[in-house]
């Protein structure tokens, strides 16, 4: 399951957008820093409207959509590489985490205290891009140090060390560790170091409810801050979160047309995090269930069925397959295969989004 930790300085709004994506969560949304000490976790369904149009094509009796397990972690300040606030305990919690949701605020409230005294926040999210490059900074020192008594008869030691070189190059000259170029086996052997710069970020502007359409001079500031780094941004309101959960499910799409958007933070939020992690939807689906299944894109379809079961990639033998759109077109899965759009795709066959899939495979 997809792990996104929700990261910020204090009084950004972090847990009051938590609260609102995990609507049942119990995270304090109080205006003082650090109201937020152990992270909190809740797991969301992935909005997915394709899931209720393939049920209605197979009459399944049960939907079931794929999960994001989000994080809301403890607000960091200035000198958390220190220890300063909270800042080791915040360290540990987001070296778990797949990605980060940088939460910068992006609104004037005289009523919502700022740690730094005003609202400027691309030097906010300077002060904590800063302090994870300094504990990764700290990481490697430590590592490499380890590494010395090695190097001499370890090729694998070397290799690392030589990695870590580059990477140690970066971080002093204040960049992050995911801008240096990596293979997937040298990504694989730097993986349990856990770097906190090396994971994908996407920054989250918090608007008023007056800017959620158009955004704002802050906005466009960090938008250029996310553009510079390869990162990832989407606009929300945690404030419009907050408020479209109190509302019955019917007329949340006219609430939000009425503020000029087409949907909620949440889709946008996990599209987002999708397109940054380079994440693929396929389905099956029955009379019993339509399901959705998250993969990498460019796994083949022998290891999109080795995630359901690791005895389907194992013993794979085909996968029946259609298109999303072809099969809604058709109408049945006998009308697709009528019209020859049902395929017989074999173990080189790319799983591609929006396929809906039959694994055959021996036990």
Known sequence: MLKAGIVGLPNVGKSTLFNALVANA??????????????????????????????????????????????????????????????NKFLANIREVDAIVHVVRCFEDDDVIHVSGAVDPVRDAEVINLELGLADLAQVEKRRDRLKKQLRTSKEAQLEDGILERIQTVLEAGGAARSVPLDGDETALLRPLGLLTAKPIIYATNVSEDDLASGNAMVEAVAALAAQEGA??????????????????????EFLAGLGVSEGGLRSLIAATYRLLGLRTYFTTGEKETRAWTIQAGMTAPQAAGVIHTDFERGFIRAQTVGYDQLLEAGSLAEARNRGWLRSEGKEYVVAEGDVMEFLFNV
């Open 26 to 87: 119990q995270a304090t949304a109080a205006n003082f820093p650090f109201c937020t000490i152990e992270p909190n976790t809740g797991i969301v369904a992935v909005p997915d409207g394709r899931l209720g149009h393939l049920a209605k094509v197979s009459s399944s009796k049960e939907i079931v959509p794929t999960r994001v397990e989000f994080v809301d972690i403890a607000g960091l300040v200035k000198g958390a590489s220190q220890g300063e606030g909270l800042g």
């Open 232 to 253: 990832e941004t989407v606009r929300i309101s945690a404030q419009v979160e907050a408020e479209l959960i109190e509302l019955p499910e019917a007329e949340r799409a």
